[in-house]
C-alpha cells in the first residue's frame, strides 16, 4: 500500500523529510508498534505501553531497515528516516490497521461485550451457540482468537489494533461475517477498538478491578472507560444486566434499543426456578427463561447464579440475531468452555475445578456457587500475580479466608516479584477463625498436594490461572497447565484413587 494513501487516512501534524522520500512512489509492505517486528519496508508506530514506550526503540526498528516512522514527537534518527508526527499514536494505529486491511469490522457483525466478569463464559456461549446454528462466527478474547477451527494464543483480553483488524480480515476472508470480542477496559482507555462498529454491545457488571500503578488510576476511571463501548462505537442494541448498581449509568447517553437480564427484575430476560445439580462427571445449573409471552427451559453445565447471568446475556444476544430459543438451548446443555469452571472428575470421588477467578469479587462468587453443591470440603488454591494490582492479595485473602473450608496458598504468576512474598502478604490476612492453610510456593506441588489429599466429595477450586497455559516467573513465561498437570497425576495415581473411593 502506498505511503500516500496512509498519510490520508490520520491527522499529523508534521512530516520530517530529510531523505526526499516520495510518498506517491513508496510503498508500505507491513505495519508494526513492536520493533522487534520492523523489517524494510515497515512502518513502526511508536506507542507507550503501561511499561515501556515505543519512542525509546525507534532506533532498534531503523537498525532493521525500517524508515517510515509514526510518532508523537520528533526523533533523532538518520536523514533518511521518513517521521510523521501525530497528537495521538494508538489512534493512528487503529486508523493506519483498519485502512491498510480494508476495514474488515465495516463488513461484519461485531458483538462487544464488557464488564468486570463473565465477559469470556458470555462470550464463547454465543460463540458456540451461533457456530452450531449455521452462522460461521469468530471468537477474540482472554481464551485467544477462534474462528473456523483455526486458534491464536493472544497476550491481550483485546488485542492491538493492528492485531484486530488483521484477524477479522482473515476470519471475512474465510467466510465468517460474525464475530463477538471481549473488550476490556484497557482497550477502550488504549484506543485498541477505535472507530469500530458495534452492533451489539453487552454489559455484564461492574466492580472495582485493574486499579493500580500501570492499569486505572481509580474506579472512575476503570468506570468511564468502560461506558464509553455504550456511547461511542454505533451500538444499536444494548444487552445489560438490569440487576448491577451499575446498569443505568453504563448504558446512559445511548437511544438505541435496550434489553434488560435479571433475576431479581421484570426484564425483558427473567430467569426463575433455578436449580443446582452435581452428576459424576458435570457441575451445572438450570433455570425457567422467560422472555415475552414465553418461558423456556435452560441447562448449563457451569454452576452458580453468574452462569444464569451469562446464560441470559446469550440467549439475549442471540435472539437479537434472529436465533430461537430452542436452537440457543440445545447448544448451551452441552458447551463447556476451558479455563471458565472446567471440571475433571478425580477417581477418588472429589472433582477439581479450574477457574479464572483472579479478585476478590470473582473468588468470592466462585467459592459461593460452589458451595450450594455441599461438598464434603470446599479446598481452595490460589496466589496473585506479581507487579501490578497489589489490592488484589487482601482481597483475595479475606475471601478465601472466610468461605473456604481449607487453602492452598500458591504462585499465580509472580513475574520479578518474590513468590514467598506474595503469598506472605495474602497469608497476613488469615486471621484466628479463619480457615487453615497450606503455603507451597510451587504452584504444580501444590496442586498435587491438593490431589493427594482430596477425599471422597471433596471440590477443589484451583483459582487464578484458568485457560492459562503459562506461568510468568521471573520476567519468562514457561508453559504451564493445569487441567495436563491435573489428568497426569491422576493416571500416575489411579489405583490409590480408585482404592480411596471404595472405601
Known sequence: MLLKELLNVIDYKEIINRSGLDPEKTDVASLCSDSRKATEGSMFVCISGSLADGHDFARSAYSLS??????????SLPDDAFVI???????ALAKLSAHFFAYPAKEMTVIGITGTKGKTTSSLLIYNILNESGLPTGYIGSNGISFLGNTVETLNTTPESYDLHKYMREMYDSGVKTVVMEVSSQALKMARVHGIKF??????????????????PDFEDYK???HSLFTDYGAEY??????DGHSAE????????????????????????????????????SFECTAGDSTFPVALSFPGEFSVYNALTAIAVCNCLGLSAGKITKTMRHVKIKGRFE????????????DYAHNGVSLKAALQALRVYDPTRLICLFGSVGGRTKMRRAEL??????????????SDNPDNESPTAIIGEIASYFTIGTCPYIAIADRKKAIEYALSHSKKGDIILLAGKGHETYQSIGGVREYFCESEIVKDFCAEHALEFEQAHEC
Open 199 to 216: 452492533k451489539i454491545c453487552v454489559f455484564t457488571n461492574l466492580s472495582p478491578d485493574h486499579i493500580g500503578e500501570f492499569e486505572h
Open 224 to 226: 468511564n472507560c468502560k
Open 397 to 410: 485473602g479475606l475471601v478465601a479466608s472466610r468461605d473456604a473450608d481449607f487453602c492452598i496458598l500458591t
Open 343 to 354: 471440571t475433571i472428575e478425580i477417581p477418588n470421588g472429589a472433582t477439581v475445578v479450574i
Open 85 to 91: 508526527v501525530t497528537s495521538d499514536t494508538r489512534v
Open 66 to 75: 525500517c524508515r517510515i516512522f509514526v510518532t508523537e514527537h520528533p526523533l
Open 250 to 285: 453504563m448504558t446512559s447517553g445511548n437511544r438505541c434499543k435496550k434489553i434488560g437480564i435479571s433475576l431479581e427484575k421484570d426484564s425483558d430476560y427473567k430467569a426463575q426456578n433455578i436449580t443446582y445439580f452435581r452428576s459424576p462427571d458435570n457441575i451445572g445449573v
Open 238 to 243: 444494548i444487552v445489560y444486566n438490569a440487576d
